[in-house]
């Protein structure tokens, strides 16, 4: 997981594009099972979230192409702030409507002891998704609303947690999304 702060939507949007453009153009890096993009409900960044057969494949394709990728990136819209890569393994799922589709999706960390209050049914939780670090040391919980309202209601508006919609997906080499 690893977030990109642009600062606006305008510059969101072109970064997100010029990167949607690399992916279509290589081929699928050997071990990338899907690769979701994100974009801040305020428009001012995006979040991703890769799925990767083992952290070394990882750690190869970024090697070999990471810099390429992401120079071409920054061309078209300097001073992205890139905080740095999360490296977790999926805990657990836990879906209380696999139903209907997410219209807002939730990212906070909490301590390994803070998980179960994260995956309690409330009105318009659709999913709670739960990412131990590599170091053991916190959770990152990505939760799945039916929209932002529900999500305000059900959390208070928790100033610790960022939210996004869905903009794009590959999996298995095919893009899915509504870039």
Do not use: C, N
């Not at 490296?87 to 939730?106: E, K, Q, T």
């Not at 209050?117 to 990505?142: E, K, M, W, Y």
């Amino acid at each position: 997981m690893s977030e990109w702060r642009t600062g606006t939507a305008e510059r969101s949007r072109t970064a997100l594009d010029a990167l949607l453009g690399e992916w279509s153009a290589a081929r699928t890096p050997p071990g990338r099972l899907a690769q979701h993009v994100f974009l801040s409900l305020d428009g001012a960044g995006l979040f991703f979230y890769a799925q990767w057969a083992s952290d070394e494949e990882h750690l190869a394709w970024a090697r070999a192409h990471r810099t390429e990728v992401v120079s071409r990136v920054d061309t078209l819209v300097p001073g992205i702030e890139r905080p740095g890569l999360i490296r977790s393994r999926l805990a657990r799922s836990v879906v209380h409507d696999a139903r209907r589709p997410a219209g807002l999706f939730a990212v906070h960390t909490v301590a390994p002891g803070g998980v179960e209050a994260a995956t309690a049914p409330a009105p318009g939780l659709l999913a709670a998704h739960l990412h131990v670090t590599s170091d053991g040391g916190r959770t990152v919980v990505v939760t799945e609303w039916t929209d932002s309202a529900a999500q305000e209601a059900a959390t208070g508006g928790d100033a610790g947690v960022k939210r996004y919609t869905y903009a794009h997906s590959l999996v298995d080499d095919h893009p899915r999304g509504r870039s």
